[in-house]
């Protein structure tokens, strides 16, 4: 049975879902106003915001659960890293970093699925 | 103000657009897969603009879960929604401008990942004053791109090469992980490698906790060593 946009059951739960999600935006619009900008404690929820985002980050290529799962973990991991090697070493050149990661990943890929 | 939301535009429809729209692909093909109608899936996306949010409500309205049980997933999934936007608002000095609480609760709404990377790190240097705008250019670009890699997955993915599409997705965490480390002060570089060896530990034990208890563990380390270790 398809799930349709105009049953008023998926209505509900949409907003319950979207409650789910907006409260912690809600609590993030009000909280900002009490934080100075240049605070220990905005650097602290910087911090954790970069954390969260490095986590994430290291789950997709370490744990994913996408596209990404059909490929070999050691033809995700080596790509990963040849391309912060290269930005952290060729003068931190973002383009460079990503074209390395990205064409060590395409390689390992067309290799692996076309040519063996 | 119009050259920082045009600079942003162009970012959201660029590169950083291109690989959320392929990540989208994936979720399109999910919903195309349990059974929700093609309208449920861009609300879900509108309403909800958080991958894991979205992935929970297709997997549990598929299962017909109940309201509760919706809630409170969704709801404990989405903790680190809090930082991203408290942190995207205090770097973009929200509150020392005269904006409507409504405008800003209306664009807290598009805050993700990669919208609050490219506002963190400030890869353009734009100018503190003209991020505000920069980020509703990144938000437009970032929404309509990841329209398309809905639509791409819900009607066609079932004739894409799963591995070809891989490469896009490849694409986000290396992006974001770069413009990370473009970060001048140790505490953020401390933070980014803590978190790193955090998730590679805890994960396999606390599964999707791991996200939320590393982003929190590691901003110990990076604290302390702003607080104590100042040169």
Known sequence: MNITLFDQNTLVLLFVAFLGVFIWRYLGVIYSKKIENESIAAKTVNSIAYGMTTAIVCKIIFFPDNALNLIPTMDRIIPFFIGISVFLFFSRNTNLGLLAGISSFSIFIIFRNYLI | ?231
């Open chain 2, 1 to 231: 103000m119009k050259i920082a939301f045009k600079n942003g535009l162009k970012k959201g429809f660029g590169l950083p657009g291109f690989a959320m729209g392929s990540a989208m692909i994936g979720f399109g093909a999910l919903a195309f897969e349990s059974n929700l109608d093609f309208l449920v899936a861009i609300a879900s996306m509108l309403f909800l603009w958080s991958m894991p949010a979205m992935i929970l409500f297709v997997t549990l309205i598929s299962s017909g879960a109940s309201l509760i049980l919706m809630f409170t997933s969704i709801f404990l999934a989405n903790v680190r929604t809090l930082f991203m936007v408290l942190s995207a608002f205090l770097n973009m000095k929200v509150n020392s401008k005269n904006i409507s609480f409504y405008d800003k609760i209306f664009w807290a709404q598009w805050v993700s990942p990669t919208g609050w990377t490219l506002i963190a790190t400030n890869p353009d240097k734009i100018s503190k004053n003209d991020l505000y705008s920069n980020f509703k250019g990144i938000a437009i670009g970032l929404v309509v791109m990841c329209f398309f890699g809905l639509s791409i997955g819900y009607f066609i993915f079932g004739n894409l090469s799963k591995e070809l599409i891989s490469i896009p997705i490849f694409f986000i965490p290396l992006y974001l992980i770069i413009l990370m480390l473009n970060a001048k002060e140790r505490i953020y570089i401390i933070t980014i490698i803590s978190s790193a060896v955090f998730l590679i530990l805890l994960y396999p034990i606390i599964d999707n906790w791991s996200i939320l208890l590393s982003g929190i563990l590691s901003a110990i380390p990076g604290y302390i060593s702003e607080k104590y270790f100042k040169s």
